[in-house]
């Protein structure tokens, strides 16, 4: 099967900085799309950027010119830049990834487990 591992989480404060990674690995015959998911306590998943293996990304108008997705196609890798973080990006991040186990099957999506980020104000 297919794993997402997530990493760089944490507390920053108002206008401070995080970057989050994200690395798939199993049986990975292709990845389509990657991208980047938030919950907030209370509220619904939502998409936060994504990119495509040939590079357009997809962005949420509450994060455009703040964060910024990049990915590593060599390394199953996909980033996410976040700045001028605000309190109301508190959430849960969690990683998704399109992704082809075989050339005969269907792509389908894979989570990772999530990975807090709190922005204190």
């Known amino acids: 099967q297919v794993q997402l591992v997530e990493s760089g989480g944490g507390l920053v404060q108002a206008g401070g900085s995080l970057r989050l990674s994200c690395a798939a690995s199993?049986?990975?015959?292709?990845?389509?799309?990657m991208g980047w998911y938030r919950q907030a306590p209370g509220k619904q998943r939502e998409l936060v950027a994504a990119?495509?293996?040939?590079?357009?990304?997809n962005y949420a108008d509450s994060v455009k010119g703040r964060f910024t997705i990049s990915r590593d196609n060599a390394k199953n890798t996909v980033y996410l830049q976040m700045n001028s973080l605000k309190p109301e990006d508190t959430a849960v991040y969690h990683c998704n990834a399109y992704v082809r186990t075989t050339h005969w099957n269907p792509p389908r999506d894979y989570w990772g487990q999530g990975t807090q980020v709190t922005v204190s104000s």
């Open positions: 990119v495509t293996s040939g590079g357009s990304t």
């Open positions: 199993g049986s990975i015959f292709s990845i389509n799309a």
